[in-house]
DNA sequence: ACCGCATGTCATCATGTGAAGACATCGCAT
DNA sequence: ATGCGATGTCTTCACATGATGACATGCGGT
C-alpha cells in the first residue's frame, strides 16, 4: 500500500511539506519575507528546515508556494461586494492577511516575488474590481480599482501592524462598515 | 572662529551628521528599515558608516532621528483640506513618502521605533483629522481618523512600489483627486 | 611650533542567515 | 529478510550585517 492511508506515517513527505507550507503562510503573514527565517518556519511546523531546501528548492520559492497556495482556495472577491469584502475580513481575522499584501506597500528586491504578488492580487481583488467600475461606466476604472486595493490593503495591514491602536482594537463588524464605505467612494463619483 | 563659516571644511562633524541623516531618509523610504544597510548609508553620504555609531549611537537611534527630522518641518496636516493634501503629496512626488510609513502597515521589533514611528504620525495626521471628525459631530472620530490614515499610507506607498503599475504612473493630479474623495468618504456618513 | 582632541579610516568580532552536504534511519519492493 | 531509495537529522560553510575599538590624521588653542 503506498498511498491513501496517510494515518499516522511517522515518514511522509508530503505531510511535511503541506506542515511547512502552513507555517510559512502564517510567518509570512504574521512577519514578513525578509523578517522570517527557515529556521523559525521549520520550528513552528516540527521539521527539519532543511527539508524546505529539499522540497521548495529555498526559502524565496517557498514563499511563492504560499502566494500560490492562497490564490488556490481565494475566488477572485469584488471588495465592493458586502459578503465579499466580510467573508475577507473574517479570514484575516483568524489566519492574519495573505503574505502578498506586505509586499505591495514593500516591494521585493525579487524580482520573480514582485511580478507572482502583483499577478496574484490583481486577478484575486482589482481585475474583479476594475470589471465592476467598467459595467458601471466609471473612468478610469483600472486605475480606480488598484486605488481601492491600496487603500484596503493600508487598512487591513495597519490593523494587524501595531501602528493604529483603535482601528486594531476596533469591532470588525465596524471595521467592515466603515471600509465599505470608504471602498464605495472610489465608485461615487463620476 | 569656531562656527557659521562652514565654508568647505575636509573635517567637519556637522556636515557628515547631515549627510548621513539625509542619506538615511532617502534609504529608509525607499527600502524600509530592515533592508537598509548602514554601509548602504554611508556610501551613498560619502561618509564611513563607522561614523553612524559614533554620531548616532547605532542604526536604530538613526532611524528616530529621521523620524523626528520629517517631523520637525512638517507641519499637522488635515488631509480632507485639499491644500494640505495636495501639499503633502507634491512632497511626496519629489521625496517619496517618509520613511515612517513603512512602520505602520509592517511592524517593526523594535519598540522603541514602533513608539516613535506610531506618536509622529498620531500627531501630524490622525489627530487634526480626529480632530475635524470631532468638530463635525461624526461618531468614533478616531477610529475614522485612524482608518483614513491607514488607507491612506496604503495608497500613497502603492504608488511607489510597484504594484500597482497604473497608479504608480498616474498622473498626481488625478490621484489627488480621487484620493480626496476616498477620505472624505470617512466623513460622509454619520 | 607643538600638543591635545576631535574627526575620520580601517580591521575585526559576534551574530544570524540561507544553503548545501554528510550521515542516519525508515519503508517498500523484491 | 534484505537491499535500495526515500525521508529526516545534524553539521558546517559562506556571506552579510551591526557594532566596536585601534589607529591615523588634521584642526585649533597655546
Redesign the interface.
Known sequence: MSEASAGERRRDAARSRELLLRAAIELFAER?F??TTIREIGERAGVDPALIARYYGGKTQLYLATVQAEHGDATPADLLDEERLAGLLDRFEQRGPGPAF??????S?DSAV?DA??AH?HRRL?DPLRERLEREGLD?P???A??????????V???????????AA?DPA??RA??H??L???A??A
Chains 1, 2 share one sequence.
Open positions: 514578513g525578509d523578517r506586505q509586499t505591495v506597500v514593500l516591494p528586491d514582485q504578488v502583483r492580487l482589482v478610469r483600472q486605475l480606480r488598484e486605488l481601492a486595493v491600496a487603500a484596503f490593503t493600508g487598512v495591514l495597519a490593523r494587524s501592524g501595531g501602528g493604529m491602536p483603535e482601528l476596533a465596524e471595521v466603515l471600509l464605505d470608504l464605495a467612494a472610489t461615487g463619483t
